[in-house]
């Protein structure tokens, strides 16, 4: 079992940034890749990004891309979502996963999730 526990959420005003932790405990961090995903009030949960094992790859979803990375520290069992030029249709509940998969989008290939972190943009 893998647990994750997300932090960071809150509320930010458009074109602000925001930076998202998910700190994970149980089996050892590294051996999973790590994704972000959000779900919006009356939409399905979609990827947002992800990151390898290592650190070394990351794929986002083009929603954010050039304005959102992942990174992620193996000492310290966290990963990172640092969101910039936030956008009013950014705001959801941003949930953190773990994967066995490498780079994995679909929801389907993570099997571990956190409770989510709520981050509102206001314009």
């Known amino acids: ?3 994750l526990v997300e932090s960071g959420g809150g509320l930010v ?3 602000g940034s ?3 932790s998910c700190a994970a ?3 050892t961090f ?3 890749g790590m994704g972000w995903f959000r779900q919006a009030p009356g939409k399905e949960r979609e990827f947002v990004i992800a990151i390898s094992r290592s650190g070394g790859i990351t794929r986002d979803a ?3 891309k050039g304005r959102f990375t992942i990174s992620r520290d193996n000492a310290k069992n966290t990963v990172y979502l640092q969101m910039s030029g936030l956008k009013p249709e950014d705001t959801a509940v941003y949930y953190c996963a773990a994967t066995t998969s490498v780079l994995a989008m679909t929801r389907g ?3 571990y999730w956190g409770q989510g972190t709520q981050v509102t943009v206001s314009s």
């Open 1 to 3: 079992q893998v647990q």
């Open 13 to 15: 005003q458009a074109g």
């Open 18 to 20: 925001l930076r998202l």
């Open 25 to 27: 405990s149980g089996r």
């Open 30 to 32: 590294s051996n999973y």
């Open 62 to 64: 083009d929603s954010v």
């Open 109 to 111: 290939a993570y099997a």
